[in-house]
């Protein structure tokens, strides 16, 4: 059956809606924009599930292998999939790079293979392509082609990936990952069985603090991008800022205890969340 591209982006739009987030994915944005977000997100969560769903396990490489033949289809004008019809109308429309898409298969890939880090730089490295590609999409679905913002906007996706392997450190331990670089738990004297045992000992509690300052210098230094995206994109773009520094406030209200409850932006605080973004005070970009 061949589907028209209106009836791919549905699809995607209703994959993307079946899929649990803290916010719906593209509510805040105009409504012509949202198929090229839903077809971009629809891409990306489907790579992502193939290298973390336990339903996957043992074709992991695989899927994604075929994932990526199916991009370059989709750049070639040979989409099937509903999703690489809708996706390739997007990047049609949009000049989407290439190299964007593939970046993020890349860091999917890596979740497959790779479970410790190093150095900080290890993990910058992978929020480089996990994260920052994501941020430059909705840049260009918005039409901004500016060169200063997307440092920006990798700053604040960056800072975004970070906060939520800190939120989800307990998640991730029980995956068999650990996303806290090897030379931080060094200096701080923090040891894989003090995570597996969810000690709460001084020593955590310093490489937290560690950890969460240099994610907020991020999301700092991307802050003035929230003031120079215009009308079309930016509540979505400071509610963004305000929910992913808001984990960091939430991991230091637990007492950074993110073994025993995952901290989260429960209903009254998204509420918070909205209000701030609509009050939002923009500063000196």
């Not at 977000?37 to 695989?62: I, K, Q, S, T, W």
């Not at 996990?130 to 960056?158: E, H, K, Q």
């Amino acid at each position: 059956m061949t589907l028209t591209v209106d009836e791919a982006f549905a699809i995607c739009e209703a994959r993307v809606r079946a899929h649990y987030e803290n916010f719906p994915v593209g509510l805040f944005i105009p409504r012509a924009k949202r198929p090229y977000v839903h077809a971009l997100y629809a891409y990306a969560r489907a790579a992502d599930d193939f290298a973390d769903e336990p339903m996957y396990e043992g074709m992991r490489a695989e899927k994604l292998d075929q994932w990526e033949a199916r991009l370059h289809a989709a750049y070639e004008g040979q989409a099937e999939d509903p999703i690489f019809i809708a996706l390739a109308e997007t990047v049609r429309r949009l000049d989407i790079p290439k190299s964007l898409l593939l970046d993020l298969l890349s860091a999917f890939r890596q979740d497959t293979v790779k479970t410790r880090y190093d150095t900080w730089g290890e993990v910058l490295d992978y929020c480089r392509r996990s994260a920052d590609p994501v941020g430059r999409l909705v840049l260009l679905i918005f039409g901004y082609r500016d060169p200063a913002l997307p440092p920006l906007s990798d700053a604040i996706c960056t800072g975004l990936q970070l906060a939520n392997h800190w939120q989800d450190l307990a998640l991730d331990l029980r995956k068999g990952r650990i996303y806290l670089p090897r030379e931080l738990m060094d200096r701080f004297a923090v040891k894989e069985w003090d995570l597996n045992a969810g000690r709460m000992t001084p020593e955590f509690h310093a490489l937290m603090a560690e950890l969460v300052a240099r994610t907020r210098g991020l999301f700092e230094r991307g802050r003035p991008l929230c003031d120079l995206v215009g009308r079309d994109l930016r509540f979505e773009m400071r509610l963004t800022w305000l929910g992913g520094s808001g984990i960091l406030d939430a991991i230091e209200d637990a007492d950074d205890d993110v073994f025993r409850r995952r901290p989260r932006h429960g209903a009254l605080g998204k509420a918070r969340l909205f209000w701030r973004a609509w009050r939002w005070s923009a500063r000196a970009a």
